[in-house]
């Protein structure tokens, strides 16, 4: 009977593939398998940023873990999702599974981990999170001192949006895609809009920085941030 | 006349030296000068952190920027402890300031750049931050999908905190030192105590996680985190 493999988390940055940690690049060298997030259509962003260190021989495990579903569905579909993942540990190979920017902070690993951690050997690397690419790659020192950050998903209601802005030193907006115009929006009305800095695909190759009114709501991708950076100077 | 030095500053996470990236592992060992914050009577702790990477020809400039100063005092002891590192860029060195998780995440180095990144070519490297290290370290998801995440540093006034616990989804309270009594007992008023998790040092070899009231008041680090995961699960 074989000992059972480890399944390792590895947060893999923003997706300059020198923002991986040198943690993360040991492990991914180190596996015979390495597990990624991928929509059936598209390339998994997780793997175009951690492939150029594979080492030529490993196994790949694409698995895709829709967003938005009723939670009954998700949880079936989750649960057959990971199998793949599992049978590879169950027999005794180690895994990586990739995840974008940091495995614990809004990513799909965290659906990974609720489901195989407690049967497996689980260790987790933290990663570089857009979070603090985004400031990095705008130029702009994001929160100073006693500053209070807040964190906001696009997709909530104007009103929850609204309050959270007006009661904090610092915001970053994620996740924009078509939820784009209502923040704009709210930002013009809070008087925000000035101070709101607009990028995607920070620390990508195809990083955008455009001034916020000239963003064009058709086209805003769901990895878009809006930072709004704290006022405090010294 | 030789060309002006530039200007690094590169985040070297939170403790573990194997969690710098891959970007800051190659600049630290490309620069004739290494400068880090230090105060007067303690080792730097972003020092500690990298020095293993030192090539052992670079010059070393510490600086110290103290806290909780009155503005004008403040102002005037930085423009003085940034010179030293302006006057390697005049001689056309180029220097990494090391900063301890990621620059512009509530980071001492963001004085540093607003002193010299106008007249200096400037880069910054994000790094991994206490923020996703302490969730990562205590083994819990953080957050996910729409969930509202709000940072707060513990020297906030009683209400504030209050108020801002009571409107969010998943919290982290830095900086907690002396102020980790206030911030307890409002966990235990609000009934988030029992999921409020207490970390000292994450990733660091001194690593702690204590039970919240089994932390003995009188011997909490700065560099200590309470980290409120959000509820939601799949």
Redesign the interface.
């Known amino acids: 009977m074989s000992a059972k493999g480890r399944l390792y988390g590895v947060?893999v940055?923003?997706g300059?593939?020198?923002?991986?940690?040198?943690?993360a690049?040991?492990l991914i060298q180190s596996v015979p398998v390495i597990a990624y997030q991928s929509a059936t259509d598209k390339e998994s962003i997780a793997r175009a940023i951690a492939s150029c260190y594979f080492t030529g021989t490993q196994i790949e495990v694409p698995f895709h873990l829709p967003?938005a579903l009723e939670?009954e569905k998700?949880?079936e579909i989750?649960d057959k999702e990971v199998e793949p993942i599992a049978q590879h540990l169950a027999a005794g190979r180690d895994v990586v599974v990739l995840c974008e920017g940091?495995?614990?902070?809004?990513g799909s690993f965290?659906?990974v981990?609720?489901r195989l951690?407690e049967q497996y050997q689980t260790e987790?690397?933290?990663?570089?999170?857009s979070?603090?690419?985004c400031?990095?790659s705008l130029?702009?020192?994001?929160?100073?001192?006693?500053?209070?950050?807040?964190?906001?998903?696009a997709?909530?209601p104007a009103e929850?949006l609204t309050?959270?802005l007006l009661?904090?030193d610092a915001a970053a907006i994620m996740?924009l895609g078509r939820h784009f115009t209502k923040v704009r929006d709210i930002l013009h009305q809070l008087g925000l809009a000035s101070r709101a800095l607009y990028i995607e695909r920070a620390?990508m190759a195809q990083q955008r920085i455009v001034p916020l009114d000239e963003v064009n709501p058709a086209e805003v991708p769901y990895f878009a941030m809006i930072v709004i950076p704290s006022k405090n100077?010294?």
Not at 16 to 23: A, M, N, R, S, V
Not at 102 to 106: I, L, V
Not at 124 to 129: A, H, I, L, Q
């Open positions: 947060g940055g923003p300059d593939p020198e923002l991986l940690t040198i943690k690049l040991r967003r939670p998700a949880k989750y940091d495995p614990f902070f809004y965290m659906y981990f609720t951690s987790v690397v933290p990663g570089v999170s979070l603090m690419a400031p990095v130029g702009v020192p994001f929160t100073y001192y006693n500053d209070i950050l807040t964190v906001l998903p997709p909530l929850e309050t959270q009661t904090t996740k620390t100077r010294l």
